[in-house]
Nanobody, 122 residues
Framework: QVQVVESGGGLVQPGGSLRLSCAAS????????MNWYRQAPGKQRELVAA???????NYVDSVKGRFTHSRDNAKNTAYLQMNSLKPEDTAVYYC????????????????WGQGTQVTVSS
């Protein structure tokens, strides 16, 4: 089994910064993609940033130039550096990871964290 835990959310003023972390642990043979989603009240969950095992990244247009997604493969951890935050960035941020386990190294499973709240408000 694999556990995914997000941290780093909180309340920040517009223009401020936060750094989210996503740590995966458990039966991990290899982690492939690590992705950040967010869901605002009354809205569908959307993909914000994605990173491959090789470090290639993609972002939704609304965060390009403000958010930076990175990962530390040795620590099985991904980070989302969020700068110039706006009220519309307010949401619960979720991390998901694509993992192959030692128990089943040829299969990939998606695991989700419980989410961390980000609130941008003055």
């Amino acid at each position: 089994q694999v556990q995914v835990v997000e941290s780093g959310g909180g309340l920040v003023q517009p223009g401020g910064s936060l750094r989210l972390s996503c740590a995966a642990s458990g039966d991990i043979f290899r982690i492939y993609a690590m992705n950040w989603y967010r869901q605002a009240p009354g809205k569908q969950r959307e993909l914000v940033a994605a990173i491959t095992s090789g470090g290639s990244t993609n972002y939704v247009d609304s965060v390009k130039g403000r958010f930076t997604h990175s990962r530390d493969n040795a620590k099985n951890t991904a980070y989302l550096q969020m700068n110039s935050l706006k009220p519309e960035d307010t949401a619960v941020y979720y991390c998901n990871t694509e993992v192959a386990s030692y128990a089943s190294p040829l299969r990939r499973y998606i695991y989700w964290g419980q989410g961390t709240q980000v609130t941008v408000s003055s």
